[in-house]
């Protein structure tokens, strides 16, 4: 048992149902197993356990967020970028153009691969180092333009509230279990199930 009395997380992960929003339910409630409520906000798509994961892996940003809570929304933009949420968008060429050299037909569909623009080092240098300290802002996990997300503020709200609550109590829990598993999609990058328990 850790301060708040929560035994351990055990919270399946379903975007669009039930999912991590859960947790934070968990941890507030002391309960070892959050109900399998309707989740809140339309799901965060993985972003909360995509941080927690990363913090979990990389202890030296752990330490400095959960020191410096003020450091949660970095904490947010860094797992945007490295953890792309949705890898892929798709768009259809509405006449003949040409991109970086290649000619795409009108009529072609092309899926921008947002996951791999946010590790473009030429934007983002080491880009596979998860790293509170680079400014992440400008990486592509809401997508770009007149289809930019119309939920960012929400979903960065979201995430900020859960991992504001969460955060302080990593520093004494450590994962349990199979390595977490992956959401079974090419679109959505987040794990399904991610179970800690104290330290
Ligand atoms: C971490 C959470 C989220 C991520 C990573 C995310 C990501 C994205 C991305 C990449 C797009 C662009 C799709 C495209 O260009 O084809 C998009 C569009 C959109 N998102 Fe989100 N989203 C998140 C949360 C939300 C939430 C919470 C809502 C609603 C409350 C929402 C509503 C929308 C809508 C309506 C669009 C379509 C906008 C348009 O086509 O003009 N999203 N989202």
Do not use: K
């Amino acid at each position: 048992m850790n301060g708040l009395g929560v035994r351990a997380m055990d919270v399946e992960y379903e975007p669009f149902s039930a999912g991590w929003s859960d947790a934070i339910i968990a941890v507030a409630s002391g309960s070892a197993r959050a109900n399998p409520i309707e989740s809140s906000l339309l799901e965060d798509f993985g972003v909360i356990g995509n941080a927690v994961h990363a913090l979990l892996a990389h202890p030296e940003p752990l330490r400095r967020v959960a020191r410096d809570l003020a450091r949660v929304p970095d904490l947010v933009e860094e797992t945007l970028r490295f953890d792309a949420p949705i890898q892929i968008v798709f768009r259809t060429a509405t006449r003949d153009v040409e991109l970086a050299g290649v000619r795409i037909p009108q009529g072609s569909v092309v899926a921008p691969l947002l996951g791999s623009a946010n590790r473009d080092e030429r934007a983002f240098p080491e880009p596979d180092r998860f790293d509170l300290e680079r400014r992440a802002r400008g990486h592509l996990a809401f997508g770009l333009g007149v289809h930019f997300c119309l939920g960012a503020a929400l979903a960065r709200l979201e995430a900020r509230v859960a991992l504001e609550a969460l955060v302080p109590e990593l520093p004494r829990c450590e994962p349990v279990g199979d390595p977490p598993e992956w959401v079974d999609s090419f679109l959505v990058r987040g794990r399904r199930r991610l179970e800690l328990a104290p330290a």
